[in-house]
């Protein structure tokens, strides 16, 4: 069963559950099970209100270049160092940014401007 089918029939369900006398708590169940599956903004709310001051990137030891947020440059430096992460490129953004605009302005900056490091950040903002 393909993830549009499986939505379908959980929806169909859960209509079903409310129009018969099943408990509520059932219904509840099935209710938050179809919200984690189709990442409503219910669920993905708690990260989208998280603000950054750093971001930048980092490879770490299996050679995979990846964003790095934080909100201490100092702090982030260590950790990723203690990491053994190599080419550690953090930028201070002087003022608090979800992880979206932090990739915005990251596009923008001449520390990113390899291909390599605009096709990473590309790619998280089409996601």
Do not use: P, W
Request: hydrophobic share 40%.
């Amino acid at each position: 069963m393909n993830a549009a089918n499986e939505m379908f029939a959980t929806r169909a369900r859960i209509i079903d559950m409310l129009n018969s006398n099943v408990n509520a708590k059932r219904v509840n169940k099935q209710i938050a099970r179809y919200f984690r599956k189709t990442n409503d903004s219910f669920s993905t709310s708690k990260h989208d209100s998280k603000l950054f001051d750093v971001a930048g990137t980092s490879i770490m030891n299996n050679e995979v270049k990846k964003l790095r947020f934080a909100n201490n440059l100092k702090k982030r430096i260590n950790k990723l160092v203690n990491s053994n992460h190599t080419e550690i490129k953090l930028v201070d953004l002087n003022s608090l940014y979800t992880k979206r605009e932090c990739a915005i302005m990251l596009i923008n900056n001449s520390m990113f401007q390899d291909s390599e490091s605009q096709n990473m950040i590309l790619d998280y903002l089409r996601k």
